[in-house]
C-alpha cells in the first residue's frame, strides 16, 4: 500500500543511521584499551547518567509533542507547529543548563558516594566528575537535539538528520581520535560534546528552514486562493 511504501522511505534512513552509529562503543573500547585501567567505566558510566537524564526528558517532553507536532503539520498549520516546537525547545534548554550546572557545583560532593562501591576509588570520582563536566555538551546538545530531530520526523522528513547525523559522525571519528591522543579520556569526552553540539545546531539550521519555507508555501497557496 501507499501507506506502509510512505512509512519505509522514511523509517530505511532511521535503520541506516542507527547502524552507522552503532560503531561507535567499538570505538571507544579500542581506544581506551590504550589508556590506564578503568578508563573505559569511567566513560561509560558519564555517559550512562547523561543517557538517564535524556531518557527522562524524552518521554516527559519530547515524545508527547510528536503526534502534536504532526497533526499540526498534517493540517499545515505552521504558525501552531512552531510555536509547540519553540515551547518545548526552551523548556529543555532551562533544564540542561540547569543539569549542566548542577553537575558542576554539586557533581563531586553526590559522586563521592561512589568511593569505595566496587572498583571506583576517590581518584577514579575526581575523574568522573572532570568527565561529566567534559560531557555537558552531550546533556545541552542531547536534550535540544530530541526537540529538533523530533520536530523534523513530525514534518515527515528522516533523511535530512540521518544524513546530516552519518557526515557529522564521520567527521567525528577521526576527531575523536586525535582528542583522545591529545587529551585521553577527557578528550573522547570533549569530542563527544561537540559531536552533539554540532549535529543539534545542524538540526536546528535545517528545521528553521523548512519551516520558513512550509509557512511561505502555505502563504502563497492561501493567498492564490
Known sequence: SHLLRTAWMRVRYLFLGSAYYG???????????????????????????????????????????????????????WLAFRAIYRKRLVAVTAMSFAVVAGVVVLGQP????????????????????????ALSGVCVGGFMGQITLNSLHAMGDTRTPTQLGILTYTVYLPIKVASFLIAGVLGLALAASAFFIVNMLGQWYFLNRAMRRQTAAHTLQHGAH
Open 23 to 77: 560503531t561507535e562503543p567499538f570505538v571507544n573500547q579500542f581506544l581506551t584499551s590504550f589508556a590506564p585501567p578503568g578508563s573505559l567505566s569511567v566513560l561509560f558510566t558519564g555517559q550512562q547518567i547523561y543517557s538517564i537524564l535524556s531518557q527522562v526528558v524524552s518521554k516527559a517532553v519530547a515524545a508527547p509533542m510528536l503526534p502534536m507536532l504532526a497533526e499540526q503539520a498534517n493540517h499545515e498549520n
Open 110 to 133: 553526590v559522586l563521592g558516594v561512589l568511593a569505595g562501591r566496587g572498583n571506583f576509588t576517590q581518584a577514579d570520582v575526581q575523574v568522573l566528575w572532570l568527565v561529566m563536566i
